[in-house]
């Protein structure tokens, strides 16, 4: 069928809104109209040189929308189902049956590389030239897209729909690391770098899990004070000479940081401000080598790689609807809507800070 697509042609280029041909669902996949698409920084890595996935390419992991049409082994979803979409994973490699999709054997390839691993037909532009349209498995800056029913989250059709996608990744990264990864306890200290989209949604969820002492670090004053609004207990200015003492100040050395940065230097802080036995964890795209001091690790601490929270989307989607339902997690409070042609836009408020979650929403759906 003939859909509207976001494309990214050049990576340093704008998305063009283009006309291409997306196949019909395979047998265990469902056809999605989407409702509203968050835009996450992780949708700018086929920008960077060298990356896995590359031009043209339509982007999007964020999405949410409506069951169009199922294939012929989905019992599951039916048509008219409202649905949050997240991840792709296998379902059988030793993580996936272990309750750890995110860590998923084939993660890499069905994720970030923009192709089916399992071969599956390509969405073709006007010229009938292959556009990679498999990101995250889903490519969800789109109109439609098709999806591995597994990855689609089934939600009360009663929910604001648009606004819900970026349950499947950011919102849920930074959630599912306090609830999941790091397991923060209450009467603990925790301490984020970093007050973006993932950063804001840990600051929530240590609230939720009843952390003594949050602290939010970042260089944007507007972030810290929405930390505080949003359960932060303490901020802290990120370019600070004394950045290291105020955070010992504050937490007496925290039991539980996370860096959603991926600048090592702040990692090392991150891992410096750690009480003897504290977890560090990390799910920002690094962006450079880590070097640690000799005596970093010497007395217990611990650093975690994080991907998507260890999160069983499943599970964690319907948890954080339950909690903003019921006002403890007000995830609504980072979003900002775009029309869908404005991507560009969006992306630029983004980048500049203006926007902590642009989520963009087809002209068809914002009534």
Known sequence: MQIKAAVLRAADGPYRIEDVELPAPGADQVLVRIAGAGLCHTDLLPRAPGFLAAPPIITGHEGSGIVEAVGADVTSLAPGDHVVLSFDFCGHCANCVAGHPSYCETFFPRNLTGHDPDGEQPVLDAAGEAVAARW????????????????????????????????????????????????????????????????????????????????????????????????ATHTVDGAAADLVEQLLAATGGAQYTLDTTGVPSVITTAIAVLRPTGTCGLVGVQQGDLVLDPTALAVGRNVMGILEGDAVPQVMIPRLIELWRQGRFPFDRLVETFPFEEINEAEQASLKGEVVKPVLVPAARKE
């Open 136 to 231: 995250f498995g889903q490519s969800s800056f789109a109109s439609h897209s098709v999806v591995a029913a597994r990855n689609a989250v089934k939600v009360d059709p009663e929910l604001p729909l648009e606004l819900l996608g970026p349950l499947g990744c950011g919102i849920q990264t930074g959630a599912a690391s306090v609830f999941s990864a790091l397991g923060v306890e209450p009467g603990t200290s925790f301490v984020v770098f970093g007050a973006g989209g993932v950063g804001l949604s840990a600051v929530m969820a240590a609230r939720v899990a009843g952390a003594a002492r949050i602290v939010a670090v970042d260089l944007n004053p507007r972030r810290l004070e929405l930390a505080k609004e949003l359960g």
